[in-house]
C-alpha cells in the first residue's frame, strides 16, 4: 500500500479535529479555514517525462522488464519529494516541479548497480527512495532530470543468525514487514521511531534513525554492523565483525549518508529477544527543569528505561503526547510536564528496573500517574502525522524540527529555539504554539523535538521559512546540532557545512567525487552540488 498522496499515512486513519481544538486554534493563534477546495491527484498538471524512450528501455532492460519502470502520472506524483509540510503544502497547490521523470523499481544489487550505470550514460540522476518518509527535503534533488530508484522489491529478510543474534535485511523492507519477519524466529529490532509505519530498513540507515525506545535499544546506527552499497563505481562492503581496530569504520561513512555516496541495498542489524513484557507508565513534574533533572539523573546513573520522554508545559497541557486525546488537558491550571516511562523484557527485569526507577522519579519531584496515560501515548505513538493534516486540513500550519545537545546546554538551547520561532512568526503576524519534549535520552546530553503550530499565512512556504531559518541559527548558536534523527537533506545542507566545518565537507566531497564521479546520486542532498 502506498501512503496518501497528498498527505501521511493510511487515509482510512485520517481524523478530524475535536471541536476544542478547531476552536482553540481559530480564538488562540487566528487561523481561518481554507478558501480553496483540495485539489485531486488527478488535477496535477505532470510535465512529460524528458527521458527518452533509449533511456527509458535501458532502464527496463536493467530491472527485468518494462512492468519495473513506471512513467504514468500517479507513480510519479507518488514519488515527488518527502512527507515535510512544505513538502505536503507544494503537492497540494499543484506545485510538481520535483517529478521523477520515471520510477524505477530494482529487485537485487546487481540490478540497483545496471541502473546506476543506465543513469550515468543518460544523464539521469538517482534518487533512492524507500518510505518516502524524509522531511527534511531528501528527495528533492538539486537537479532537474532524475529517477527515483524504488526500493520496494528488495524487502527480504536474508539471514538470522540466532547465535550472533543478527539479522541481514534489505532496504526496501518496511519497519513494520521486518518486525514481523524477525518476530517469527524470536527476536526484535526494538526500532520504532514515529514513522515506524512507513519507513524502511534502508532509509533508517541513510538517516540514522533513531526510535522511541532508543533508551533501552539504542539508536538505529549503532544497531548496524555491516552495510552493503551500490555505487556508480562498484560495490562497498562493511562490517565482517562488531568491532575492529582495521581502519577507520566505513560504516559511519556510509550510516547518515542520505543517498549522496551510493544505495545501501542490505543492512547486517543486531537483534535482541522479543520482549516477554511491556510496561507503561506516566509521571507528573512541576516543570520541564524538574522533569530533566530527574531524565539526566536516570540516563546518568541508572536504572536507564526502555522508553524515557518528557513533554513541557505546553504539550502537556495541550495533549501533544497522547495525540488521539489531543485537547483532552484544555482547562486544566496545573498540568505540569508529563514524562513517559517503559519497560521492556522479562517480567523480573522490568518490575526490577520499574521500581528502582520509580524510587529516583520520586526523590527527583515525579509523581506517579499510573498506567494509563502510558498506554495511551503508546497507543498513539504514531498518529502525530496524522494529527499534522488535519491540522493543515483546516488551514493551520504545523511543523516539526529537532536537535540535540550535552546536558549543560539543554536549557540554553531549549530558550533559543522557542525564541526564535516565537519572535519570528509573531513579528510576521502569526503568532505560534511551540511545544517541545525530551526525545532521547544519553548519558551525556539528550534531543528537543519541537512542534510549531501557527496560522499558515498567504503564502504557508515562503512564511514558514524565515522561521525555520531562525531557529537553525538558534541551534547552530547554542550548541545544538542541526539535526538528531531527521537528517541533513536539502533543509540542512547550509547549516550542516557550517557545524562540521569546510575542510571535512571538502573530505566528504572528495569521496563523492571518488564514488560517484558524475554527481548522479541525490544531488544537492546532504552536501552542495559543485
Not at 482510512?12 to 485531486?40: F, H, I, M, N
Not at 516541479?97 to 544523464?123: G, I
Request: with cysteine; charged share 20%; aromatic share 6%.
Amino acid at each position: 500500500m502506498d501512503m496518501l498522496w497528498n498527505g501521511w499515512g493510511d487515509p482510512a486513519k485520517a481524523a478530524p479535529l475535536p471541536d476544542s481544538v478547531t476552536g482553540l486554534l481559530r480564538d488562540l493563534l487566528g487561523v481561518k479555514p481554507r478558501s480553496t477546495p483540495a485539489l485531486a491527484l488527478d488535477d496535477l498538471d505532470l510535465p512529460a517525462p524528458t527521458a527518452g524512450p533509449a533511456a527509458l528501455a535501458a532502464l527496463a532492460e536493467a530491472v527485468g522488464g518494462a512492468e519495473q519502470v513506471r512513467t504514468d502520472a500517479e507513480s510519479r506524483v507518488r514519488h515527488t519529494r518527502g512527507k515535510s509540510t512544505p513538502d505536503l503544502l507544494r503537492i497540494r497547490t499543484g506545485d510538481v516541479s520535483d517529478v521523477p521523470q520515471a520510477v524505477v523499481l530494482p529487485a537485487t544489487h546487481d540490478e540497483v548497480l545496471a541502473v546506476l550505470r543506465v543513469c550515468a550514460d543518460h544523464a539521469l540522476a538517482a534518487v533512492p527512495f524507500g518510505g518516502g518518509t524524509s522531511v527534511v527535503g531528501g528527495l528533492a534533488p538539486e537537479r532537474g532530470a532524475f529517477v527515483a530508484l524504488d526500493l520496494r522489491r528488495m524487502d527480504a529478510l536474508l539471514d538470522l543468525d540466532p547465535v550472533s543474534r543478527t539479522a541481514v535485511l534489505q532496504p526496501g523492507l518496511r519497519a513494520p514487514a521486518a518486525e514481523a519477519l524477525l518476530a517469527e524466529q524470536g527476536f526484535t529490532l526494538g526500532h520504532f521511531p514515529q514513522s515506524f509505519e512507513w519507513a524502511s530498513i534502508g532509509g533508517f540507515a541513510a538517516a540514522r534513525s533513531s526510535g522511541q525506545a532508543s533508551a533501552g535499544y539504542g539508536r538505529f546506527d549503532e544497531m548496524v554492523l555491516g552495510l552493503t552499497l551500490a555505487t556508480p563505481e562498484g560495490t562497498v562492503e562493511t562490517g565482517r565483525a562488531p568491532r575492529s581496530a582495521a581502519g577507520p569504520d566505513l560504516r559511519q561513512l556510509i550510516l547518515g549518508s542520505e543517498g549522496a555516496f551510493g544505495v545501501i541495498t542490505s543492512v547486517t542489524v543486531r537483534v535482541r529477544p522479543l520482549p516477554e513484557t511491556k510496561v507503561y507508565e506516566g509521571w507528573r513534574f512541576a516543570s520541564f527543569e524538574e522533569g530533566a533533572a530527574a531524565l539526566r539523573k536516570l540516563a546518568q546513573d541508572g536504572p536507564r528505561p526502555t522508553v524515557l520522554r518528557l513533554s513541557d508545559e505546553t504539550e502537556t497541557l495541550i495533549g501533544l503526547a497522547s495525540p488521539d486525546k489531543i485537547g483532552a488537558g484544555l482547562g486544566q491550571s496545573d498540568a505540569g510536564c508529563l514524562a513517559i516511562t517503559g519497560y521492556e523484557g522479562t517480567p523480573e527485569e522490568t518490575a526490577y528496573r520499574r521500581e528502582r526507577a520509580a524510587a529516583v522519579l520520586t526523590a527527583c519531584g515525579g509523581t506517579p500517574l499510573g498506567t494509563e496515560s502510558g498506554e495511551r501515548w503508546a497507543h498513539g505513538r504514531f498518529s502525530a502525522p496524522y494529527l499534522r493534516d488535519a491540522l493543515l486540513d483546516v488551514g493551520a500550519f504545523a511543523e516539526t524540527l529537532e536537535t540535540a545537545a550535552f546536558w549543560s546546554r539543554v536549557p540554553e538551547l531549549y530558550a533559543a529555539v522557542r525564541t526564535a520561532l516565537t519572535d519570528t512568526l509573531t513579528e510576521a503576524g502569526t503568532p505560534p504554539l511551540v511545544m517541545c519534549h525530551i526525545s532521547h535520552v544519553y548519558e551525556n546530553g539528550a534531543s528537543l523535538y519541537f512542534t510549531v503550530v501557527s496560522a499558515q499565512g498567504e503564502d504557508p512556504v515562503a512564511h514558514w521559512t524565515p522561521a525555520k531559518h531562525a531557529a537553525n541559527e538558534a541551534i547552530l548558536a547554542a550548541g545544538g546540532t542541526i539535526s538528531h534523527h531527521h537528517g541533513v537533506g536539502t533543509d540542512h545542507r547550509d547549516w550542516y557545512v557550517r557545524e562540521t566545518g569546510e575542510l571535512a565537507v571538502e573530505a566528504l566531497r572528495a569521496v563523492k567525487r571518488r564514488l560517484d564521479p558524475d554527481g548522479l546520486l541525490n544531488p544537492g542532498v546532504l552536501l552542495p552540488t559543485d
